[in-house]
């Protein structure tokens, strides 16, 4: 009996197999994914936006609550009513509308545009509105929107609909920025000509706007709707014009920025409005005695008050300068680029910086209850941190500018750093060349890493005084893996407890509770390290920047051994250890909580299990799934995955993961790709979605189709990068064959991009065991490379190779046999193995020419390659390039199937595709 039904499950299992098929690159079209995910402050409600790769999106809006879902197509950025009693989103022109639009070249004013949709959900009602520009709905209470429209329609100057609801089609006022202010009980519209800005305050009591009118000269004026008295006031009027418009959370004060100038290049002015005192000051000008002399508040800059109001920061820069008009012709003109050897940053940083070093602003504070206004930052400290949701003493400001210079080289991006008093603007020196400092929440304390001895270091603000945070503590605080020749990075801080009682530094695994005074033994708090579990805080509380030790706090929980994860609470107070919320074999994301109440969302993955919502509640006592994404999965045969161990031919113990075809069948042989960047195995229970290629392999796509694919691990020797790969990936590999007959020996095959690429282009020098390859924007040549430049940053390469991920560990006049060694070009002749190579010509990260030095040395040495350059397109392709993606996913899987399938190869590979012709023809 027991026989009989060992068959008849074998034989369900193979009929359901059957009726799955493999992933198709044309199915990449139609999977989601899920994005703009938006919890209502209730958390009764939770939005999030299904985009298809190539497609029309919709937004899904959840009533937990009522266990039902309300779908709104062609809808993005969607926003809840504070009460969650309405919904507003953009709700864009469908893929079809746009490109019949671009087909027939309509002029951009006659392409189709966006729309407004409200959907009442009491009523059950959509309302939309046409030619929408922007939308705004105020964080909290409230149960209005305001937004913009382009809209031509014949109205009164000003007007109320109060049935537009019936009409559908409300007609709105003609030219300008039409500004409609909806209410969504009583359906109330009031609209409003002209009108260049405006703002919600986060408590939704006014809406502060700003209109400009043209005639002889501009005239600007400043005003708030009161939603409550539905009343519009005037708060002051100018000839000039207005910008920055802004309001405190409270509704109680307008700032904006002013200008009577008529010149292009204007000079502009901080004004301040309480609607209490029902006064207009200015604050800020070029008289100012708190603004350097000749300085004035900078458009360049946004306006931000305090959560509290009673600050009001904004940025001041020197009085722009209006510059001649340039009577020169083209030819007449000076176009030179002059690198100095004593610039702080290279010419091709600094002209990608140009934008805004010419718009640069420096933070200043308007002290509201002082009525003072305190510059922060100026050119000799240009860069600050300050609070703007707790009224904190102190601005935290800081320099770079001592040591960019050298940061090319030394890869250290390390800055000076000073305290300054918010109400005075006085500095002190807190710390010099530091990469980060931490101020504690009641500012009693500073603290910062010293990478040369691995140790955290406090200083007592009030005292000056200075000791080793973990002096002892026992475990090691830094990457206890560091493979690269730079000093380890640290696990990072925690946070702090209330009062500035403790604080929490993470090593490995465990967190650690410390006394910043030094008087008491730092505790273990979880006790994770035997395990080898390791436990990090999530932060639910947007309300404190301490943690409440009165209150459970929520940990994320993972096991490095079997890559399962959860969560689990944890008492600060007890000292009794983390306790286990739920544990699994999954990934599980942190989770986000509403603003008002418990309510929270996560998602959860495996290797089948796509990343959908789950909704619950702090305790984690109700849990709801309430997406399902990608039902068409189920279609498709997909893959299993597991983790695998060996040693390398060095004798380091290492891990990878195996993924396989769903239907495996240990009976047959598989080719195999192997895939790699340097370590992967913690990514077990991640999900792989189908998508076209940005660079690599999509490991679904592959699985589906036959393949196994294998990604190792890999454990570098510095000076030694391109040995290390061998000695990992190839050791993985054989352990692979060794102990399963149903990998194909002869048919496998590399891929990799970029560090991986370069790794690639390396191992086709030193092995033949492998049928193809692809590399993606390979190093082929150290040498060249070294002193090339990374246009994406602007920065020199050096550093890189001197102390990050290339490994060298010293310069190429110091170690250049190691730079040789390293580099794949140099062995180019012992190269047998079939190579596709893809290397865009707007590659901001590795010189495209690296990939053209390997390319023609091959070409001419008469071996098989082929090189893919897309044009215009950066170090890994667009997302938004979805034909050049499709494009790479065709070319890369027909290339591999060729090589380890045997299928006829196409014509480009034969041919290859003439510049005349490739407009014409792909060569499939």
């Known amino acids: 009996m027991k026989k009989h039904f060992i068959l008849f499950f074998l034989l369900i299992s193979t009929f359901s197999f059957s009726q799955k098929r493999p992933v198709q690159i044309s199915d990449f079209n139609n999977w989601n994914s899920i994005t703009e995910i938006k919890l209502s402050n209730s958390g009764n409600k939770i939005a999030y936006r299904l985009k298809?790769?190539?497609?029309?999106?919709?937004?899904?809006?959840?009533?937990?609550?009522?266990?039902?879902?309300?779908?709104?197509?062609?809808?993005?950025?969607?926003?809840?009513?504070?009460?969650?009693?309405?919904?507003?989103?953009?709700?864009?022109?469908?893929?079809?509308?746009?490109?019949?639009?671009?087909?027939?070249?309509?002029?951009?004013?006659?392409?189709?545009?966006?729309?407004?949709?409200?959907?009442?959900?009491?009523?059950?009602?959509?309302?939309?509105?046409?030619?929408?520009?922007?939308?705004?709905?105020?964080?909290?209470?409230?149960?209005?929107?305001?937004?913009?429209?382009?809209?031509?329609?014949?109205?009164?100057?000003?007007?109320?609909?109060?049935?537009?609801?019936?009409?559908?089609?409300?007609?709105?006022?003609?030219?300008?920025?039409?500004?409609?202010?909806?209410?969504?009980?009583?359906?109330?519209?009031?609209?409003?000509?002209?009108?260049?800005?405006?703002?919600?305050?986060?408590?939704?009591?006014?809406?502060?706007?700003?209109?400009?009118?043209?005639?002889?000269?501009?005239?600007?004026?400043?005003?708030?709707?009161?939603?409550?008295?539905?009343?519009?006031?005037?708060?002051?009027?100018?000839?000039?014009?207005?910008?920055?418009?802004?309001?405190?959370?409270?509704?109680?004060?307008?700032?904006?920025?002013?200008?009577?100038?008529?010149?292009?290049?204007?000079?502009?002015?901080?004004?301040f409005y309480s609607i209490k005192d029902n006064k207009v000051s200015i604050i800020a000008d070029t008289l100012s005695k708190a603004l350097p002399t000749g300085w004035a508040p900078s458009e360049h800059s946004g306006l931000s008050f305090s959560e509290s109001g009673e600050r009001l920061y904004f940025g001041s820069?020197?009085?722009?300068?209006?510059?001649?008009?340039?009577?020169?012709?083209?030819?007449?003109?000076?176009?030179?680029?002059?690198?100095?050897?004593?610039?702080?940053?290279?010419?091709?940083?600094?002209?990608?910086?140009?934008?805004?070093?010419?718009?640069?602003?420096?933070?200043?504070?308007?002290?509201?209850?002082?009525?003072?206004?305190?510059?922060?930052?100026?050119?000799?400290?240009?860069?600050?941190?300050?609070?703007t949701k707790w009224d904190k003493k102190y601005a935290l400001l800081y320099t770079a500018d001592p040591y960019l210079r050298a940061s090319n080289w030394t890869g250290k991006f390390i800055n000076d750093y000073y305290l300054s008093d918010i109400n005075t603007g006085e500095r002190k020196l807190l710390v010099k060349a530091k990469d980060r400092v931490n101020i504690s929440p009641d500012e009693n304390y500073a603290v910062y890493f010293q990478p040369s001895d691995s140790n955290y270091y406090i200083i007592d603000i009030r005292k000056g005084k200075s000791h080793i945070l973990n002096k002892s503590i026992s475990t090691m605080l830094v990457n206890e893996e560091n493979d690269i020749p730079f000093d380890p990075g640290n696990y990072g801080i925690g946070g702090w407890s209330k009062n500035d009682a403790y604080i929490y530094l993470?090593?490995?695994?465990?967190?650690?509770?410390?006394?910043?005074?030094?008087?008491?033994?730092?505790?273990?708090?979880?006790?994770?390290?035997?395990s080898k579990t390791s436990y990090r805080f999530i932060d639910l509380d947007k309300d404190h920047d301490y943690m409440d030790p009165g209150q459970k706090q929520l940990l994320k929980v993972f096991d490095e051994k079997t890559k399962d994860s959860g969560y689990a609470n944890l008492d600060l107070q007890a000292h009794s250890g983390p306790v286990n919320i739920f544990f699994d074999a999954k990934y599980y994301s942190n989770p986000v909580k509403a603003d008002d109440s418990d309510r929270m969302y996560y998602t959860r993955q495996d290797c089948n299990e796509y990343p959908d919502l789950w909704v619950c509640n702090r305790e984690m006592t109700f849990n709801k799934k309430i997406?399902?994404?990608?039902?068409?999965?189920?279609?498709?045969?997909?893959?299993?995955?597991?983790?695998?161990?060996?040693?390398?031919?060095?004798?380091?113990?290492?891990?990878?993961?195996?993924?396989?075809?769903?239907?495996?069948?240990?009976?047959?042989?598989?080719?195999?790709?192997?895939?790699?960047?340097?370590?992967?195995?913690?990514?077990?229970?991640?999900?792989?979605?189908?998508?076209?290629?940005?660079?690599?392999?999509?490991?679904?796509?592959?699985?589906?189709?036959?393949?196994?694919?294998?990604?190792?691990?890999?454990?570098?020797?510095?000076?030694?990068?391109?040995?290390?790969?061998?000695?990992?990936?190839?050791?993985?590999?054989?352990?692979?064959?060794?102990?399963?007959?149903?990998?194909?020996?002869?048919?496998?095959?590399?891929?990799?991009?970029?560090?991986?690429?370069?790794?690639?282009?390396?191992?086709?020098?030193?092995?033949?065991?492998?049928?193809?390859?692809?590399?993606?924007?390979p190093v082929s040549n150290m040498t060249s490379a070294y002193g090339g430049i990374r246009w994406g940053s602007g920065l020199s390469r050096m550093f890189q190779y001197e102390h990050t991920q290339s490994r060298i560990g010293g310069t190429l006049w110091e170690k250049p046999l190691l730079y040789i060694e390293n580099s794949p070009l140099f062995y180019a002749n012992k190269v047998k193995t079939p190579l596709l190579i893809m290397h865009n010509d707007n590659d901001g990260a590795v010189p495209w020419y690296q990939g053209i030095e390997y390319f023609v040395a091959l070409r001419r040495l008469d071996k098989p390659v082929w090189m893919l350059s897309y044009n215009n397109e950066p170090h890994n392709l667009k997302p938004s390039s979805w034909g050049n993606r499709m494009d790479l996913s065709t070319r890369m899987k027909q290339f591999f199937d060729h090589y380890l399938k045997d299928e006829e190869a196409p014509d480009w590979m034969i041919n290859g595709v003439k510049a005349v012709d490739k407009d014409l023809m792909k060569g499939f």
């Open 627 to 777: 997406s399902d994404a990608n039902p068409q999965k189920n279609d498709f045969i997909w893959n299993t995955v597991e983790l695998v161990k060996w040693c390398s031919f060095n004798g380091d113990e290492l891990e990878g993961l195996l993924y396989k075809p769903e239907n495996f069948d240990p009976e047959k042989k598989y080719p195999m790709m192997v895939y790699f960047y340097e370590r992967n195995a913690d990514n077990l229970n991640r999900f792989n979605s189908i998508y076209p290629s940005y660079s690599t392999i999509n490991k679904t796509l592959y699985t589906s189709n036959g393949y196994l694919v294998f990604v190792p691990d890999i454990k570098y020797r510095i000076g030694y990068p391109g040995q290390s790969a061998y000695e990992c990936i190839v050791s993985g590999v054989e352990s692979l064959i060794d102990r399963h007959n149903w990998v194909d020996a002869d048919h496998m095959a590399l891929q990799g991009q970029s560090w991986g690429g370069y790794q690639t282009a390396y191992l086709v020098t030193q092995t033949n065991m492998f049928a193809a390859a692809m590399a993606g924007a």
């Open 506 to 530: 993470y090593d490995r695994y465990d967190i650690w509770q410390v006394d910043p005074k030094g008087k008491t033994d730092p505790i273990n708090l979880t006790n994770g390290r035997e």
């Open 52 to 271: 298809p790769g190539k497609g029309d999106s919709r937004t899904i809006v959840y009533d937990v609550n009522k266990d039902k879902p309300d779908t709104f197509h062609l809808s993005t950025g969607l926003k809840f009513s504070g009460d969650a009693n309405l919904a507003a989103f953009k709700i864009e022109p469908s893929l079809q509308q746009e490109r019949e639009a671009k087909k027939m070249e309509k002029p951009k004013a006659k392409q189709p545009k966006d729309s407004l949709g409200i959907y009442l959900f009491a009523k059950d009602s959509m309302v939309k509105f046409p030619k929408l520009k922007n939308f705004d709905i105020p964080e909290k209470n409230g149960n209005w929107v305001a937004f913009t429209t382009e809209e031509k329609y014949l109205p009164p100057e000003d007007t109320t609909i109060a049935d537009s609801l019936k009409t559908k089609k409300p007609k709105l006022p003609k030219g300008g920025n039409n500004l409609v202010i909806f209410n969504g009980s009583t359906l109330d519209t009031i609209l409003i000509r002209n009108v260049t800005d405006f703002h919600w305050s986060k408590a939704g009591n006014i809406l502060a706007y700003a209109v400009e009118k043209e005639d002889s000269v501009t005239t600007s004026s400043v005003h708030y709707f009161d939603p409550k008295t539905r009343q519009k006031h005037t708060v002051n009027t100018i000839t000039g014009k207005v910008t920055k418009l802004t309001t405190d959370d409270d509704g109680e004060q307008m700032a904006w920025l002013s200008s009577t100038d008529t010149l292009k290049i204007k000079t502009w002015q901080l004004e």
């Open 317 to 387: 820069a020197p009085k722009p300068v209006q510059e001649p008009k340039d009577t020169l012709l083209n030819g007449e003109k000076v176009s030179l680029d002059i690198w100095s050897w004593n610039d702080l940053e290279l010419q091709p940083r600094q002209k990608l910086n140009l934008k805004r070093d010419k718009n640069r602003t420096y933070a200043a504070v308007y002290l509201v209850d002082k009525n003072k206004v305190v510059q922060l930052a100026d050119k000799n400290l240009k860069y600050v941190r300050y609070s």
